[in-house]
């Protein structure tokens, strides 16, 4: 599988943008598909997960009511919605599918190249 993500830019705060990623090959039901993001000098963390199969989602408390995972499964391809951004939400955002849900990096197998989404005036 590979993936790849799209949709960063430079936005005002309080603006919204919407990342896509795209997978290539098949997508089995029981997998997850997630996004993490790495802000400048931190670790990488969790944002939001979705089950592919039943579309069950998660979001950090960091950004619950503010972003929004989804996917397509015509298009092969999860979204992360993220409106009333913030400048703490800089970061470079990347899109992993793992076997089961997890929120441990470690746990995603496949990762796309990551996009950056700058939240700033």
């Known amino acids: 599988v590979q993936l790849q993500a799209s949709g960063g830019g430079l936005v005002q705060p309080g603006g919204s943008l919407r990342l896509s990623c795209a997978a290539s090959?098949?997508?089995?039901?029981?997998?997850?598909m997630g996004w993490f993001r790495r802000a400048p000098g931190k670790e990488r963390e969790f944002v939001a997960a979705i089950r592919w199969g039943v579309g069950t989602s998660y979001v950090a408390s960091s950004v619950e009511g503010r972003f929004t995972i989804s996917r397509s499964k015509a298009d092969n391809t999860v979204y992360l919605q993220m409106n009333s951004l913030k400048p703490e939400d800089t970061a470079v955002y990347y899109c992993?599918?793992?076997?089961?849900?997890?929120?441990?990096?470690?746990?995603?197998?496949?990762w796309g190249q990551g996009t950056l989404v700058t939240v700033s005036s």
């Open positions: 090959g098949r997508i089995f039901s029981s997998a997850v």
């Open positions: 992993a599918k793992a076997t089961s849900y997890s929120r441990d990096q470690n746990d995603y197998r496949y």
